[in-house]
């Protein structure tokens, strides 16, 4: 990863004259980047968040590295179109409105898209991250192709975007797609939400973490205790894989389980879309096979035959950049459908 503050500009003229500003707005970095129209990133610039500095120090953060990096020598701020920012939900895209983002403390329904308009005179939209990461690998990662497309990403928490004919289905207030929050269990775990027994709750990386932890805490003999080294609250889903890679039992067992609930959560979308392609993210996917294989397995076990032979189930392509191509795919697509007047 590039040092904060550091700018990384591309040597290669971009494919066309058209520039898309991404902004991927998170809650311990913010990335701006320049994104031709083929999805090359042609200059780029990092921030950390410091999201504890509140809602003003953060928003100054994100417009001094956008003007550093429109200002930087090599970039021609005249061939940039529009901006697109990418940010941890919930939001109303419709009026670029941030409404309360968990990961950025004291921000309360920020008009964050008119902010940006305003401050560069370009058209902005924004778009929650995971709807943004959908529409990033639609447009330039595993989903080119696709027209019905179901994104997941299963890291820490669960989350997702659908495109549906083509086009990023949004629901009746734009909360459509919150894959982490589908009941599985009723009387599971307590989810962040509120809820019991989502997916979120038993399938993500601090689900995983989670059911370790009280494993450990009842003394239950595993390699994850040595992992952690006596610091019980330090355990994290890494850690589990580690374990399990290593052979631990109770390691196997602990994925194993967050493995079916998952498969159980990817066999219900796979129903009720009927997509082409299931495409899974996130820093779950780094397991591999031990992921993939069981969603695949439970998916062609319990969905119906005709939609489980007709999706794919691939992993994401656009890794650590999928949130700076979303938000320039959130521009490319606002533009395209001319949102604005
Ligand atoms: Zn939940």
Known sequence: MKRTGELDIAKE????????LGIDLGGTKIVAGLVDRGGRIVARQHRTTQARDGQDAVVRRLMDGTTHLLS????????VVAIGVATPGPIDARLGVVTAPPNLPGWRDVPLGRMIQDEFGLPTSLENDANAAAMGEHRFGVGCDAEHLIYVTASTGIGGGFILDGRLYRG????AAEVGHMTILPHGPLCGCGNRGCLEALASGTAIAREARERVARGVATLIAELAQGDSDGISAKMVAQAADLGDAEANEILDQAMIFLGVGMANLVNLFNPQLLVIGGGLTKMGPRLFDPVRRIVDRRAFPATASAVEI????????????????????????????
């Open 314 to 341: 691939k992993r994401a392509q656009l890794g650590d950049d999928v949130g700076l191509l979303g938000a320039a795919a959130v521009a490319m697509t606002a533009i395209e459908d001319n949102r604005h007047e």
């Open 13 to 20: 003229p971009p494919s066309n004259k058209d520039l898309f």
């Open 72 to 79: 930087a020598e090599g970039v021609d701020r005249a061939a």
């Open 172 to 175: 009746a207030t734009g909360a």
